[in-house]
Nanobody
Framework: QVQLVESGGGLVQPGGSLTLSCAAS????????VAWYRRAPGNQREVVAS????????NYADSVKGRFTISRDNAKSTVYLQMNSLKPEDTAVYYC?????????WGQGTQVTVST
């Protein structure tokens, strides 16, 4: 059974930091590209960051460039999203997706709330 489990969300003040984790089981994550998405209330889901299977190429949404960093540890089958200088507009449910050719798997999401 394939599972992607996100963790690390929570409540943080503006300017704070969080690190999200996406732990995979049931698949060889080494061959999957992974992306982080988010969906804020009333908004459509948007891609935040993505990383290739080997980690050599990373892409970010303009809204998070310079603040978020995606990384992966294939030995641990885990992908991370380091989020710094968080803003209230970063508040959303964050999801990870693993993609390989025609296969894709989603996690259940983790809530990030940036508020005073």
């Amino acid at each position: 059974q394939v599972q992607l489990v996100e963790s690390g969300g929570g409540l943080v003040q503006p300017g704070g930091s969080l690190t999200l984790s996406c732990a995979a089981s049931g698949i060889n994550l080494n061959i999957y590209a992974v992306a982080w998405y988010r969906r804020a209330p009333g908004n459509q889901r948007e891609v935040v960051a993505s990383i290739t299977p080997g980690g050599g190429s990373k892409n970010y949404a303009d809204s998070v460039k310079g603040r978020f960093t995606i990384s992966r540890d294939n030995a641990k089958s885990t992908v991370y999203l380091q989020m710094n200088s968080l803003k209230p507009e970063d508040t959303a449910v964050y999801y990870c997706k693993a993609l390989h050719r025609f296969l894709d798997y989603w996690g259940q999401g983790t809530q990030v709330t940036v508020s005073t």
